[in-house]
């Protein structure tokens, strides 16, 4: 026959058949296996027992401690992996970019509207030429510092440069005193008589955007969109428009052309 453990503290049951101090959470008497009358166990001790299933999985924790060690190694893995990337992200984001186009001083600053506005009125097609200079004197005059559709944010500057096929458009922004950088990529074509662009690419300060997630991210430069839409009205009036290294070549329709 068992003999009785040291007498623990907190409640027992004690067993009717043999008298034998059981542990609070038997059922059956750890002596004889008579069934213990658990109505003599104090209420307030029945209500902090632990539930079984959780016992078991504590007790197995305590007596395996690295049967979960792998599973909080590969979390703790990704988490660093996670945040880092955000990190990053954040920083390249206000990181201003190491190509941002750089105002060039000129004796002779070409209107371009104007110059686009003179081809265009031309009874036959007529070319035209702007370097990037051309055009980035032009935008730091007619592009003033104004408050964009965030509140608490303004463009200040934008600039141009051009790639083969490939039109580069920069953005600096003020977010409460904070310089934003930001550049959209398009390809300009002329498609059944119309101008067309089409997005390539972008970038929020160094942080390359792909080419379809940036098309949900030109609102960003809604502001000076709006700011040259009588240019962009007039290239649509442009027969063929080239976009070389350093330039955009221009020809328009002719004022006599078909429309």
């Not at 009125?121 to 408050?147: A, H, M, R």
């Not at 690419?201 to 000076?224: H, K, N, V």
Request: with cysteine.
């Amino acid at each position: 026959m068992a003999t009785n453990p040291p007498p623990t503290p907190g409640p027992t049951l004690s067993c009717e058949q043999c008298g034998y101090v059981n542990e609070p959470e038997r059922v059956y008497c750890h002596n004889c296996g008579a069934k213990l009358d658990r109505s003599l166990l104090p209420k307030a001790a029945e209500k902090t027992q632990e539930h079984p299933e959780k016992a078991r999985k504590r007790i197995s924790k305590m007596t395996n401690p690295k049967s979960g060690a792998v599973g909080r190694e590969i979390k703790a893995f990704f988490k660093v992996v996670f945040f880092s990337a955000l990190l990053a992200a954040v920083v390249l984001f206000c990181w201003g970019p190491e190509d941002f186009p750089q105002l060039k001083k000129s004796e002779e600053m070409r209107l371009v509207s104007s110059d686009m506005m003179e081809v265009i009125g031309s009874p036959t097609p007529k070319p035209v030429s702007f370097s990037d200079n051309d055009i980035n004197q032009y935008l730091n005059k007619s592009v003033k510092t104004q408050e964009t559709m965030v509140p608490g944010v303004q463009l200040v500057h934008a600039f141009v440069a051009t790639d083969p096929g490939i039109l580069h458009i920069f953005s600096e922004l003020s977010a409460f005193g904070l310089p934003l950088y930001s550049r959209i990529d398009y390809k300009l074509e002329v498609k059944s008589g119309k101008f067309t662009p089409t997005i390539v690419g972008g970038a929020f300060g160094r942080l390359s955007i792909d080419p379809q997630l940036m098309q949900y991210c030109d609102y960003a430069f809604g502001t000076l969109f709006t700011s040259l839409d009588r240019e962009h009205k007039q290239m649509d009036k442009m027969q063929s428009i080239v976009v070389r290294e350093g330039r955009i070549d221009l020809v328009s329709k002719g004022s006599t052309a078909p429309r």
